[in-house]
């Protein structure tokens, strides 16, 4: 398997800090099933970032 082209995972602490939000309101958004989409890697949630990215190109394209 050729992991050179899998981009890493961002933390929740990696999206808040893009994001510019909290780290509790990622937490709140994924109960709510808000936000961009989140994956559970053993205990840890983690995030694609192209996922990240898409989720917020989504919000203009709402208010658009």
Known sequence: MDTTRIAP???VQ???EFLG??????YQWRH???G???RR??????????????WVESLHS???
């Open 14 to 16: 990696d999206v808040s």
């Open 41 to 54: 890697v053993g205990r840890y949630i983690r995030y694609k970032q192209a996922d990240v990215i898409a």
């Open 9 to 11: 995972l961002w933390t």
């Open 32 to 34: 709510r099933g808000y």
């Open 62 to 64: 709402e208010s658009a």
């Open 21 to 26: 939000v909290p780290v509790n309101t990622l």
């Open 36 to 38: 961009p989409t989140a």
